[in-house]
């Protein structure tokens, strides 16, 4: 008897699930795109679209796009993403080409290219400024090059995420940075001025804070910084001084409460 690893019966599992909501045309044709190497490709019908890059399949079963990320709910154009992606995908029959080295998150959603007809949809959101590069190894890393180009040329149009940035307003939904400890696991944005600015070995530190007090940092790791540098962005000096307001989720670490910023489009800074 042949004993089979998780992995693969996760994949015989997933298509038995997948195979019976697709179209017999689907599964009988033969798709024009290439599928990328080491994924596993299967077919089914989006039914829900959750957020910019998260949809649910027939079967209740969730996607997360690989190599992208797109604004959490709360944060700016949040609603253009999800927009954007339902008009791709919603109530079609979508190609997943899932990676095989990491089949699913730790939220226990599937982690996939997705194609419909002749649109990649990842690319497409990164293209047109709905979403910015997120690669997490070993699933990827093999369209980071590709994945970068477009980011690049959406920066370069500066439309989307990359588009002029608005003059300071704070809002009611924002917080200063000396209550940041008070919103731990809460993706909030915060305003402050960043008071300094340190490089460390594998991250720079951004130090916020409102008058004196500095209340949150800021981590932007090395490999991040890439995405920096493509938008003409020196993070070690541009925002020193600067007051800034920063999206993402509050986190306590080593009793400080810091925000991992992977993009310049989770911090703008106010001239």
Not at 226 to 238: T, V
């Amino acid at each position: 008897m042949v004993t089979l690893s998780l992995r693969n019966a996760f994949f015989i599992i997933l298509a038995a699930i997948l195979n019976n909501a697709i179209p017999p045309a689907v599964q009988a044709g033969q798709s024009s795109e290439r599928t990328t190497k080491g994924n596993n490709t299967q077919h089914s019908r989006a039914v829900a679209v959750i957020d910019g890059d998260t949809i649910e399949i027939k079967g209740g079963i969730r996607i997360r796009y690989l190599g992208v990320d797109t604004p959490e709910i709360g944060q700016p154009f949040y609603e253009e993403a999800k927009n954007k992606n339902k008009e791709l995908v919603l109530g079609k029959t979508v190609r997943l080409e899932i990676c095989k080295a990491e089949p699913t998150d730790k939220y226990g959603r599937i982690l996939a290219y997705v194609y419909t007809d002749q649109t990649f949809v990842n690319r497409t959101l990164l293209r047109e400024g709905y979403a910015r590069i997120l690669i997490i190894p070993p699933c990827g890393d093999d369209k980071e090059e590709e994945f970068r180009r477009y980011q690049k040329e959406a920066m370069e149009k500066k439309i989307g995420l990359w588009s002029k940035k608005k003059k300071k307003i704070i809002t009611k939904d924002f917080i200063p940075a000396s209550d940041a400890a008070r919103f731990i696991d809460e993706r909030k944005a915060i305003y402050g001025r960043v008071i300094a600015v340190q490089e460390g070995r594998k991250a720079l530190f951004l130090e916020i804070g409102n008058s004196i007090k500095t209340g949150l940092r800021g981590v932007i790791f090395k490999q991040d910084v890439k995405n920096f540098e493509d938008d003409g962005i020196n993070p070690l000096s541009y925002y020193r001084g600067k007051e800034v307001v920063v999206y993402g989720k509050i986190k306590m670490y080593k009793g400080s409460p810091e925000i991992v910023i992977g993009s310049p489009s989770q911090i703008e800074a106010w001239q």
